[in-house]
């Protein structure tokens, strides 16, 4: 069963409708490249994160299998009167990190995450995307991004996820303000780990609650931490050990 969904958005207004929802600017899809992007709740949390494909008159959205149905629904009701047709595409994805196919689109959040083509096969050439996310501080759905989550705590504008002078989305109040009126005391990390403990252990430094332990690859690890009380710190989750990694 495959992991991700392309859903196909055609219509005059596509562009512009997805221009005033989503977290990044949709007129870069004119420089021919993948745009990453997030769609937030009106209180700026997150419900999906996917990739806008430019594909001639259309855009295609291509999101985790799980969320499709949610994220449909959720377009489908800001869609009011726009010229906007959504559907499921029957396209698939392939996905590698060795030399590009012809017509496959890096990977904007991060050049060690390779390519994605779409077309009529699908697969990946076995590279360890754990590891890769782990290494990078890339967040998946599932796993570090939850509806709690707020997209820049989880690095979303190192993964070039948002874009701060393109104007109005749904969301942009708080992730403004977050950005420009007040520091983050909260995020995700990579942390170097001795040791294994489940994801979604708690993680303490000093007997403290620090944190919440999540991805794990070799000896390192993603994990959501409160910077004030976990830098500098020797941390533990279960029976492993963290140390915070600048």
């Known amino acids: 069963m495959s992991t991700r969904t392309i859903l196909s958005l055609s219509g005059p207004d596509t562009r512009d409708f997805l221009q005033g929802l989503v977290t990044n600017d949709v007129r870069k899809l004119d420089q021919g490249g993948l745009v990453y992007a997030a769609l937030l709740t009106p209180q700026g949390k997150y419900l999906a994160d996917f990739f806008l494909v430019p594909w001639g008159e259309e855009v295609l ?11 449909m629904k959720r377009l489908t009701m800001y869609r009011l009167r726009a010229d906007v047709q959504i559907a499921v595409s029957d396209l698939k994805l392939r996905r590698g ?50 509806p709690d989550s707020y997209i820049l705590e989880a690095g979303f504008e190192a993964l070039n996820g948002v874009d701060f002078r393109k104007g109005c989305y749904v969301g942009q109040e708080v992730t403004a303000r977050m950005k420009h009126k007040t520091e983050l005391r909260k995020g995700l990390q990579v942390v170097a780990i001795e040791g294994t403990a489940p994801a979604g ?4 430094a000093d007997g403290k609650p620090v944190g919440t332990l999540f991805t794990q690859s070799g000896s390192q690890a993603i994990a959501y931490l409160r910077y004030d009380r976990a830098k500098d710190k020797q941390m533990q989750a279960g029976e492993a050990r963290l140390t915070w990694q600048g």
């Open 61 to 71: 959205l291509d999101v985790a299998a799980d969320l499709a149905d949610g994220l």
């Open 97 to 146: 990190t060795g030399e590009a196919p012809e017509g496959a689109f890096a990977d904007p959040r991060h050049a060690d995450m390779g390519w994605r083509l779409y077309g009529s096969e699908e697969g990946d050439d076995g590279s360890d995307w754990d590891a890769l996310r782990v290494a990078h501080c890339i967040p998946e759905t599932g796993r570090e991004l939850s």
């Open 201 to 204: 252990s708690e993680i303490t």
